[in-house]
């Protein structure tokens, strides 16, 4: 704690003294958390295609050090595996570099690990909880099914940011654009916590990045890490536990769990495209699958998560995609599909099922 | 089947009908000796803490009813069904505890299938409407199906039960070809090989192929669907083309793998779309 204490004081100070035209050594290197999903709990951590993993142990056993290597880039990542299924990262080497570095490590076919999805009435919910002061926000939107043909509609990139204590009323004047409003959907928000004395303003990025901005307060950033995780946690296993499978009690296998649904604003024009785009196996939906054509306005898809391996069944009309998740698959894939979808395809979209983000 | 799980789900696009009396889904495939010694095999069970009642379905995809099943059902009693649905639910007594039987048809079928039934409400699903005739005991769920259910815009649940035996081989191969890809992909984090020849007899490739309601279905069942998984993973497998695209995406754990897998759909695609073409052109292809 006093290490990492220690990187965000010498992250302020570097920008206090680029405030003051004081020549510094480039970047200023931010303490920056990233929050991983890991679907196997704590595995060894194994390199990939030319991704090289050096660990090295700690006096504190859910403590190690990892230093990560793809080509020429390298950092050092402390890895804090307390909780085995949400572990995290920190470091504060240059992001451009942490994040290629990261990515390679959260890809990589041999670990099972992914980015967590933060959906943005979640990051939302946590830039207004108690404690939290909401400081300001930025905007990504980039449609991932766009026409070839170009057409008025729909809005297909938007990004923007704002900052202060009132960016939340830029935001609900933007909502009230009719053809703005399928594209509005949080890339990162600006949260302060704490006091006058002692503060920390952190910047919460959807894909599960966490990065000081201001401040020096590492209780109040550790503990913005513990609430994130905490919400995140539960949504997961809300998912997990509403997932498709049986149970056994007192020797009958009894049913149980249903499928999610996402429920779209924005029409799907062409199901065959869509689909495609979906099951292209690459990032960000990371899914494969076989598509049946049901009706001129259903398609059936037989998928498989590529991050895990675990099968997936999906139900997709124009307003519709139905997500039939088995019990013991990786509740993550539901929000992966969910969040990206919302970023890349319309961010009025809406979580329908039995559990609490269908309620947001 | 897949309608009537989905009638029990909140969907937003499928009929809550079931859902909104607070039945679920509790048993499927359940072999029940009657007190009269004879045997039943509802396909499932539905079961509302709500109304402390059972709703028995026997699902008929097709225009035959048995008139045997029809008398065994008749000897189905309150006490025999009870000790089943009782450990999942502590508020039932023998004395509260009531249930419907009911057979479900198509309404295409509709006409052959309701003079062969009596006493049994049947409750037949429509493209448009699901419509009831007879009646239930049950005066809620009577009330519920009394008029006809608009189904325009309705979105049905296919996946809850991806797949019966008697499906035809392209609707089946594409489940097959899945659950092997997703052995293949878990071999890369130290899972078994999709050519290790005892991955037919592993619970988790029929749970991949299927998925873990597998585990509800009867043993008869289950064993109809292994042979039939048997079946079309060694068509798959034979498939030269499928064969080494799988063997390509073993093989490269820990790499890229978009290529191999862009040629795995499109080989799956051809081996599906050469399956409808023989098919179509034989009747009865397959023996």
């Known amino acids: 704690m006093q290490y990492l204490e220690n990187m965000m004081i010498a992250a302020e100070e570097t920008k206090k003294e680029e405030a003051v035209g004081v020549e510094t050594r480039g970047h200023p290197t931010e303490l920056k958390t990233y929050i991983m999903e890991s679907n196997n709990g704590l595995p060894r951590i194994q390199g990939s295609e030319s991704l090289r993993v050096f660990p090295s142990p700690t006096k504190l056993p859910q403590i190690s050090v990892l230093r990560l290597e793809y080509s020429r880039l390298s950092a050092i990542f402390y890895l804090d595996a307390t909780d085995p299924r949400f572990l995290l990262l920190y470091t504060n080497d240059v992001a451009d570099i942490t994040d290629k570095l990261y990515s390679r490590l959260v890809e990589s076919s041999t670990n099972s690990f992914d980015r967590i999805w933060l959906p943005t009435e979640v990051q939302d919910k946590i830039s207004h909880l108690s404690g939290n002061v909401f400081r300001g926000f930025g905007l990504s939107f980039n449609d991932l099914f766009a026409l070839e043909k170009r057409r008025e509609l729909p809005i297909d990139e938007l990004r923007m940011s704002a900052s202060g204590v009132r960016s939340g009323r830029a935001l609900e004047a933007l909502n009230k654009d009719t053809m703005l409003k399928r594209s509005l959907c949080y890339s990162k928000i600006k949260v302060e916590r704490g006091n006058s004395q002692s503060f920390v303003t952190d910047e919460v990025r959807f894909n599960g990045r966490v990065i000081t901005k201001s401040g020096q307060s590492i209780d109040d950033h550790v503990s913005l890490i513990e609430i994130i995780r905490k919400i995140y946690r539960n949504l997961i296993e809300e998912i997990e536990q509403n997932s498709i499978g049986t149970r056994q009690v007192e020797g009958r296998t009894l049913i149980e769990g249903q499928a999610f649904e996402l429920i779209l604003d924005r029409q799907i024009e062409d199901l065959d495209r869509f689909s495609e785009r979906l099951l292209s196996s690459s990032k960000p939906f990371r899914l494969w699958g076989i598509v049946n054509k049901i009706s001129k306005d259903m398609r059936q898809i037989v998928a498989v998560d590529l991050h895990t391996g675990d099968p997936l069944n999906l139900e997709i009309t124009p307003s519709l995609i139905r997500i039939y998740l088995s019990r013991g698959a990786c509740g993550n894939t539901v929000l992966r599909l969910y969040v990206n979808t919302q970023h890349g395809f319309d961010s009025a979209i809406r979580f329908n099922g039995e559990t609490k983000l269908g309620t947001m | ?287």
């Open chain 2, 1 to 287: 089947m897949n309608y009537i799980i989905g009638m029990c789900k909140k969907h937003r696009d499928w009929v809550t009908v079931l859902a909104d009396l607070g039945y679920n889904p509790y048993l499927i495939e359940q072999k029940f000796n009657t007190s009269s010694g004879e045997v039943v095999t509802p396909d499932i069970i539905v079961t509302s803490t709500k109304l402390i009642h059972s709703l028995v379905f026997e699902c008929k995809g097709g225009i035959t009813i048995d008139k045997d099943q029809l008398d065994r059902y008749a000897t189905l009693d309150e006490a025999t069904l009870f000790r089943w649905v009782q450990y999942a639910h502590p508020l039932f007594t023998l004395q509260n505890f009531r249930f419907d039987m009911c057979i479900s048809d198509l309404e295409e079928n509709h006409p052959i299938i309701a003079p062969m039934v009596k006493d049994v409400p049947i409750v037949t699903f429509g493209d448009l409407k699901i419509t009831k005739t007879g009646q239930f005991s049950n005066d809620a769920l009577e009330s519920a199906f009394r008029e006809p259910i608009d189904l325009s815009g309705k979105i049905p649940p296919l996946s809850y039960y991806p797949f019966g035996e008697k499906d035809k081989d392209p609707y089946v191969a594409a489940f097959v070809i899945r659950g092997l890809l997703a052995i293949a992909i878990k071999k890369a984090k130290g899972g078994p090989s999709v050519f290790d020849k005892t991955i037919i007899t592993r619970d988790e490739l029929l749970k991949f192929v299927f998925n873990p309601i597998f585990d509800a279905l009867s043993n008869e069942h289950q064993g109809r669907l292994k042979e039939r998984i048997k079946e079309v993973i060694s068509w798959v497998m034979a498939n030269k083309d499928m064969n080494e695209a799988f063997g390509t995406i073993e093989q490269m754990a820990g790499y890229k793998i978009n290529r191999p897998l862009e040629k795995l759909i499109n080989e799956a695609n051809k081996f599906i779309a050469n399956l409808e073409t023989q098919q179509s052109l034989i009747p009865f292809f397959k023996s």
